[in-house]
């Protein structure tokens, strides 16, 4: 399969060090990327939500997330997050960071930068709903998958990306479904 590049104007710094950091500092130039501004149109908020937000750069987590403000209840025993009382973080795995195409990481950021904005209107991020019938998880992907689209990217590479290890094979095609991605 070949991996589409992401947008122009999309960069990545996959060298920076272990710890916090200012989100544009790991993603230069995010607010630019037109992607930004469908996410929030508001200038200030856009602005305020670039600013506001940090990303921390971990050895043990693969993927991106998130960071939940206290344990939640589904992660007692099965996920140890790395959390963040009150402020707005992200959490992305430094092997992610240096090793996933672009694109991926482009969809990965505009997902959870969504369910920033979720939690900021007063969204539970982290319920017992199934994942992959959670309302704040369908919104991020339908966000990110119409934005891939948007450029072109073929369902073949979006049944790749939503194939996530949390899912089982039933969930992933109720996932698939409910975005609209071809099965095959």
């Known amino acids: 399969m070949i991996v589409p590049d992401a947008p122009a104007g999309f960069r990545v710094d996959r060298n920076l060090p272990a710890g916090r950091h200012p989100i544009l500092s790991v993603f230069p130039e995010l607010g630019s990327v037109p992607t930004a501004a469908r996410l929030q149109p508001d200038v200030g908020k856009r602005a305020e939500l670039f600013r506001s937000t940090e990303i921390a750069l971990v050895e043990n987590d693969v993927w991106m997330y998130v960071s939940p403000w206290e344990i939640p209840a589904t992660a007692r025993g099965r996920w140890s997050p790395v959390l963040s009382p ?99």
């Open 86 to 184: 009150g402020t707005d973080c992200i959490v992305v795995g430094l092997v992610h960071l240096r090793e996933s195409p672009a694109l991926t990481l482009f969809m990965d950021i505009f997902h959870e930068l969504r369910h920033l904005l979720q939690r900021h209107d007063g969204a539970q991020l982290f319920t017992n709903t199934s994942y992959v019938r959670r309302p704040t998880e369908l919104e991020a992907y339908h966000f990110v998958v119409d934005e891939a689209r948007s450029l072109g990217v073929s369902d073949e590479f979006l049944r790749d990306y939503l194939r996530v290890e949390w899912i089982d094979d039933s969930e992933y095609r109720e996932l698939l479904a409910a975005l609209g991605v071809s099965a095959s």
